[in-house]
T-cell receptor, first 113, second 113 residues
Framework: QQKVQQSPESLSVPEGGMASLNCTSS?????YFWWYRQHSGEGPKALM?????GDKKEGRFTAHLNKASLHVSLHIRDSQPSDSALYFC?????????????FGSGTRLLVSP | DTTVKQNPRYKLARVGKPVNLICSQT?????MYWYQKKPNQAPKLLLF???????READTFEKFQSSRPNNSFCSLYIGSAGLEYSAMYLC????????????FGEGSKLTVL
């Protein structure tokens, strides 16, 4: 199965700081990289997707994709305690019957006040 | 309303007994997914339906069955539960023509004793 590797496994940043998460895919047959966030007791929720080289910004969140190296990063500026959660990277691949979506094991982010 | 409902939220099963998990969505999405999530591991894709076309992963092909009687409902069936099936089972849905964004339920936690 396609592998999606995330680093670091856990990350601690102070409130107002910058959090940086990394993700690499082992398969070039993808159309989109996705970032999902999961708070305790809830299902994962999609944050943003990226499919073109370069940066994509949505509010405090910026994703950066390098297609040549199959690497995507997520940067959270001005981190808030509410950003504390498990962050998943996922890769979606178009199939004849829908999208196959494969997830990494996640980065646990803790933002301390 | 982006709602995916899973039942039951918690399930206790004996080794060797069958387990049936149910998922429903009200968004008229054409694709529904089942993932298995164990602590500190990536959500593992088990299978997904695009309309009535079932896609099953090769390494879980014989362990899990599923049905989708209509576009709103999808079930996951384990014929004979083993200890290794203890996990959180996440259901998700998406629109096949979109980018592969998934909408998740809160999960069904299965404990096999």
């Amino acid at each position: 199965q396609q592998k999606v590797q995330q680093s670091p496994e856990s990350l601690s940043v102070p409130e107002g700081g910058m959090a940086s998460l990394n993700c690499t895919s082992s398969d070039r047959n993808f159309q989109y990289f996705w970032w999902y966030r999961q708070h305790s007791g809830e299902g994962p929720k999609a944050l943003m997707s990226i499919f073109s080289d370069g940066d994509k910004k949505e509010g405090r969140f910026t994703a950066h994709l390098n297609k040549a190296s199959l690497h995507v990063s997520l940067h959270i500026r001005d981190s808030q305690p509410s950003d504390s959660a498990l962050y998943f990277c996922a890769v979606s691949e178009r199939r004849t019957g829908g999208y196959k979506v494969v997830f990494g094991s996640g980065t646990r982010l803790l933002v301390s006040p | 309303d982006t709602t995916v409902k899973q039942n039951p939220r918690y399930k206790l099963a004996r080794v060797g007994k069958p387990v049936n998990l149910i998922c429903s969505q009200t968004m008229n999405h054409d694709t529904m997914y089942w993932y298995q999530k164990k602590p500190n591991q990536a959500p593992k894709l088990l299978l997904f339906y695009y309309d009535k076309i079932l896609n099953r992963e090769a390494d879980t092909f014989e362990k899990f069955q599923s049905s989708r009687p209509n576009n709103s409902f999808c079930s996951l069936y384990i014929g004979s539960a083993g200890l290794e099936y203890s996990a959180m089972y996440l259901c998700a849905s998406s629109m096949g023509r979109d980018t592969g964004q998934l909408y998740f339920g809160e999960g069904s936690k299965l404990t096999v004793l």
